[in-house]
């Protein structure tokens, strides 16, 4: 008979043994493995540049194309995740395993698409839109984070069942 923690502790799971055979088996998970370094990556340059337009007002229209490109690459692995998560979980998005990520995500892709619709429609003063830029970024790196505490979560109940399964061998 199972004690109250250890039943809580298993209805926590990110995922059920089929999910993480699909999980392991997916395309999709090389896919979104690979996009989201690359996209950290431009990230990271895209924030130098904006910094030092803030900074020293040189290199507008750089730190313009660094956020449109960081814009890109963040659907690119939005639609990808979304696709992976039906692939896993049998819903396109909020699987009860990632709701709040991808609750958060909508906020990221808020603030990234009205960015792209103040610079091609002139709304608001370069500053302005680079404000917003950094609003965009702040909540991508919150939710980087939360996707990163997933993944650790993730592999601690992955280590967690491979013991499982050779206490059970032994």
């Known amino acids: 008979m199972r004690d109250k923690a250890s039943e809580h502790r298993v209805s926590r799971a990110l995922y059920t043994a089929e999910q993480r055979r699909r999980r392991d088996a997916s395309p999709w998970t090389i ?4 996009l989201a370094p690359v996209q950290f990556l431009i990230f ?3 924030l130098v540049l904006v910094l030092r337009y803030l900074v ?36 396109y998005l909020f699987a009860e395993a990632f709701f709040w990520e991808d609750v958060f995500s909508m906020l990221v892709l808020a603030l990234h698409s009205a960015y792209l619709i103040c610079v ?6 370069p500053a302005q839109q680079m404000g917003l830029a950094l609003a965009a970024y702040l909540t991508y790196v919150i939710n980087a984070g939360q996707f990163l505490w997933k993944l650790r979560q993730a592999r601690l109940e992955g280590a967690g069942a491979r013991l499982s399964m050779q206490g059970a061998g032994a």
């Open 31 to 34: 896919v979104q493995a690979v």
């Open 44 to 46: 990271l340059v895209s």
């Open 56 to 91: 020293s007002g040189d290199g507008f229209a750089a730190a313009t194309w660094s956020v449109v490109a960081k814009t890109i690459a963040l659907y690119a692995i939005m639609i990808t995740g979304a696709i992976w998560e039906k692939e896993i979980f049998g819903k």
């Open 120 to 125: 091609f429609t002139k709304i608001g003063t």
